[in-house]
């Protein structure tokens, strides 16, 4: 493929690589200032209360100690969130305390030791409150309030639908309804939160944030302060996937504060225990569906009830449940939909997104269900997806438009290359094989700046220097970059420079990695600015060469023409005499894009409009083998056949997906986050006791395989990869233990114990 | 003066003050990595020598030594220097060596004192050379040779000139020929140069450079790579002057190498003792001087010959005599000129550029003559430079062209508020007054990439990030580019962030701070920049206001038009609808300038063409009083009328030239950089013994004036401030102190022991 391209489809390794494998590369706990001072914050031991009194004084005593800060160090009542709607959260507690985790008060000391210690002598005085764990006793009348203004403990509600489901029930042969469930997990990034504040002239940051912009702007909100009036520099991050890495958190703040009051640099960094108790994880879902089709599987009509328990702050949640309702859309044509979600809050750590926000967890259901129904009539689950699924060229009855779609091509080949027909169904006792179909956004607009902006600058030996707002947070978003950029201006990797963390007083403005924007805005920046460059350059070719500059090809570090080759300039030649005739006109030549698309702001209530400029599709093939002695299940192999648009790296697509895989399997045979039924804290605040798989725990035989639809918006038709399109296999998973067992288990994660249990009662 | 402007022209406190004041400014020395090493350098202890061997293997051994590096370690014969024609240098020596101080070899060591030890342990044997410490003496056939290939230890040349001299003399009633010289003086910096190296994917420096373009190019070169695989982070810089802070010197490289080698960060600094006794300095000139005038005081021709001494390696010095034959163009209007220098390789440190290059020098000789010649024709030094005076318009006889001259106000000014007339030669006894003339340039075209550019963001608050290629090395050129950004977008002070230093990787291209180029280069640049941005803005706010968008006025964080006032936008506002709009154009707006001016590269040889983009004008006035008893002289005032285009920043300017007096009365009164007369080491190689002058030295009574001749190609009119107009004060001291007593004293600098010698051999 790409034999038109000399770097876009190659399996370029990441240009990171080596910082990042030598060890070399400086993560958010690695900065260091002179003179720093280590913090360290206080939690809330219990579940929800209100703060009488806090008495630092006997912490403020101790040798080493530098400063105590409470809620009353910030600017009282000023929240911050996720919208002007949804402010909930100040940096500290002020009012009250809502989970056991809660942040109360913070010590900056002369080192870590001492700032624990001074936590211990931190004296404070609750008056408890009843607390409310479940999120349907939340929201029964005269549950317990987490926030006094919000009536029922309801955050946010999403009602969103189209045509009539009634009538599309009627129009069906077959009616089935279900509820499914979802348990608390967390992101599983191995780099916690680190924060080093220096508040000198102007309040400054080095933080591992996702999205440095929307975190630095946020910041600022909750202190008072002009966006710039606070500079976020960006580490590298060990990886994100839309946690708090996304938003401030109170370690942001507390740094900030804490460096304004002592006059010296502060760093703060979570251990992991802080990591697994506070906020965010990924929302447990309630999702009751009921689904109609025909008796040859033509679906008619889907209703989503769905109750996402969001813990103690609103965060991102708005989001969550209004993303989820993709589910009724995509990946199928249904003509009439109905998704009422709640999102609602309980006296527990908040929720936020995870890899697919908020689509994954319905997804899990919806899947499951069509996978039950193609068993009860018995219809082949690959059969009726292609005879359902949706088309480039559609517009689903809410608004959201198909450039590119593969997904019947991705049916197909996963099909194909999984021997799907030969095995579903017809595989020896204790093998299974499942089958998921996902889909994901490529970017959503929420509010405020959504723009991406790129410069790249010429340098006079001929290579280029990248500012890029995207932010690589492990997903290889610089490698990304710097492709497009070369494969433009006919460079070489080697030739790239490209700024390896944002900066947020001089890199362009970008909010940041969610939502699987990055390759598709950030991308389309990068290429916008690369041309912008190139045509600047050309111009200069046309007058040296006496060829027209539209005429004029960039490649292998030269520019010529096709009918005249042997008119070559090489790249370092030109540039120089751009840089260095004797003319006002000498320059440097910056290139510069900014990259939006027309889809409107997202409507979080009533969904309605085009979400995203493009949408990716996966289908994927799991084949599983279960012990029938111990309940272990066995990967025996996974086949994906993504619609990606357009490969961009192969290296980069497989990597992505894989590691979304490993995540679902992760939720799917072993995370739990548990927690104690009456106050709700953490029972297994460690990696080793919430069993966060490691790869050589789930070895992956797999097979990739990218469909190419090339979309007509993506950069050289690019879009999503390996977020939430592949995260279709949890319940390609569960498929295939019920095709192996016999038995659908219903709640997560599905252990050896669980497997066991489900074979005896079958056989007994 | 200047109510159309809201911040040119107003007296605004410097961006980094409050951070340098407070010491929190990170400089050189103050930059450190975890797990850094210390580095030191040997230098040569004899004047010339081969070198035969040098033995490391004990220093090797010493415990805590990691690495030591010679001439080996970097790629044999591969030079660096100025250009291609003057590349004499090397890292560290490999053939021979040239100059007591001269660079041999380098340790790395676990801390400074190991390191220091390893360097006593480190054994070179040489084979002595003769060594020449005259230039003179070098020129003479049979002299040692500093240089193999450098025939008579001839440097460079320059014969430059117009008309015919000897015609000039015959039309001449008085015709005068004189010789003069100027000692070797140091640029007295309080910052040592410091470099920190981390190769790690990229060799990467931190150092405190004038001009990290320039210098980062040159030590790729050295080393054997592309610009573009070496990265320069500048740190703030604490004054360059001109030395080799723009360039690369032997502490950069040994950094960088020893990084390499031991994997590890390391970082040198030079002691003071090193600034004094290696390269660079002020050339000593010898200048002989014939100058032809009519009895009225009309000149008609003058002929200079210069000899520089160099020192043993090029340098910049085939500029530093160029660009002093500007003396024979400016101030005056002569006829027939003929300027003839040699610049001479001696055994002894190098010799470069230092505040004003080269035209001090000369114009210290010629300013003199002049006032001599004055004296004898009974004419008025005022009156002379009056009718002589370069114009507006005017174009010099080798092709100089003045688009603004303010010279003669300046004249009228100086004499009006000094009260010269009244005062010159009518003084009590031991009272003089003595006045200058001086000129600059504004920027000088030297080779490869000259253009300055810069990057203006804009930002969502309505502030403004900007990215310049300007390197403030405390001359205020942040504060100033920053002001003409606020200014052109109609914001405050307050609202504008810009880089702090240089980042070769990303931050503009601009080959950096000399020959009073930034003002008007980067300056230039930034107000093409921020047009860029406020045209983007212009033409949203058209649509908004629906008004035309060239009537737009953007002031006071606002836009509006001068006819319907209130029809206003807020900046923040527009911005915010820039960047949050439905639709695809919804973007950063970002504005990019580049600046150069027509004129020619830098003819070094024969000095065709216009040399500058503009001129700067001086007039100074000092009157000095001298104490018969002691030979004390006290400053009794300075009265300066500056021509500099347009007065951007009154407190900078104000700095600018008072630093520059201070500079001049340094050399005037106190510095010499003393030397054995055999080996030619320096003998005073500490500030003390040096006598570099402070604040407290020199009590400046001043009077600054400023004529604003409003260069047409100038930022908002204006051109060179503070460098080399102001250094004509040099001789208006002398010609203070000749006025005084009665005597003129030849040897700089001028003592108390000298003048009281003088005083009582007019007596006796």
Redesign the interface.
Known sequence: MSEEFSIIGKGVPRVDA??KATG?AVFGADV?L?GMLYGKILRSTVPHAKILDIDASRALKLPGVKAVITGRDFPWGLKYGFSALYRDQTPLAQDKVRYIGDEVAAVAAIDEDTAEEALDLIKVEYEILPAVLDPFEAMKDGAPLVHDDKPNNICSVANIGFGDVEQGFRESDYVREDEFSTQAIKHGFIEPHAALSHW??KATIWANKQSPYVASRKMAMALGL???QL?LIQTYVGAGFGSVKSDPQSLDFCSLVLSKKTGRPVKIVNTMEDVLVMGEGRHPFYVKVKTGMTKDGMLKAMQVYAVADGGAYTSIGPITIALAAISTDLPYRIPNAKYDAVRVFTNKAYCGSLRGHGVPQVRWALGQQLDMMCDDLRLDFAEVSLKNAVHTGDVTPRGLKLYSCGLSECIEKAVGASEWKQKRGKLPPYRGIGMSVGTYVSGV?I?????A?C?V?I???G?A?I?TGATDVGQGSSTIVSMIVAEVLGLRME?I?I?SGIDT??T??DPGTYGSRVSFFSGNAAKLAAEDAKRQLAEEASKLLGVPSEDIIFRDRKVYTANNPEKVLKIDSLVRHV??K???????V?G?G????????MDFTKGEGNLSPAYAFGVDVIEVEVDPETGKITILNIVGAHDVGKVLNPLGCEGQVSGCWLMCLGQCMFEDLKRDKVDGHVLNPSFLDYKLPTAMDIPLKAKHIFVESNDPNGPFGAKEAGEGASTGLLHAFRNAVADAIGVRIHDLPITPEKVLKAINQKKG
Chains 1, 2 share one sequence.
């Open positions: 080596v910082l070399k260091s002179p000198l002239d002009k966006p710039s500079r607009k509010s405020g700046h959504n723009s902006s410069i600058r340098n006079e030996d290579t220097s500012q030739d420079t700024n007083d001089f362009p403005i840089g260095q004797i003319s006002a006109e000498n320059k440097t910056w510069r900014s990259f939006d698309f027309d889809s409107p702001y």
